[in-house]
């Protein structure tokens, strides 16, 4: 019979204790991992809804360019102009009220519709239907020498859509 008591050799982590390490290493690195794409997904909504970096005053373009009861899309602005029936102007946000989500104007049925939740708003960004709990954000508009003009710095937020909102040549 051998005695192994008195073996040179160090005591070590046998062969289970380095596997179970191991496991425990790479099962650390998975969490950090999965951690790191949670955030990264939470961000990535959080830099779409940030305001492009762009002058705070957007120029649309001339008076005589609009036509009355129409709406224009201005992409470098990221707002529509509506040029309302009696040919003032009012600047209006692309984001629902609801949550967020880019809100098309349907030339067809002559109104915004919603693709998130089906709100829809009419072309002044009154609510037409739910769930959107109030009318569309606008932004100030100024006409300077027969050129439309539209401060995008910051939105205002409206309970209803008011004559005055709108700009008169």
């Known amino acids: 019979m051998v005695d192994n008591r008195n073996n040179d050799t160090p005591p070590g982590p046998n062969r289970r204790q380095f596997l179970n390490r191991l496991w425990a290493f790479f099962g650390v690195v998975a969490l950090v991992e999965f951690g790191w794409l949670g955030l990264s997904f939470l961000n990535s909504r959080k830099e779409r809804n940030k305001p492009v970096k762009t002058e705070s005053i957007v120029t649309a373009g001339a008076v005589e360019q609009f036509t009355p009861a129409t ?32 809100v098309p104007w349907d030339e067809e049925k002559n109104q915004f519709v919603c693709p998130c939740h089906g709100s829809t708003f009419n072309l002044t960004g009154e609510v037409l239907s739910a769930p959107a709990p109030r009318p569309l954000d606008y932004y100030p508009v100024r006409i300077e020498n027969g050129i439309v003009k539209v401060d995008i710095s910051t939105p205002q937020k409206r309970g209803r859509f008011e004559s005055t909102q709108a700009t008169r040549i």
């Open 71 to 102: 709406v224009t899309a201005v992409p470098l602005g990221q707002f529509y102009l509506a040029c309302l029936a009696d040919g003032s102007f009012l600047a209006l946000s692309r984001t629902c009220t609801h949550l967020g989500c880019s």
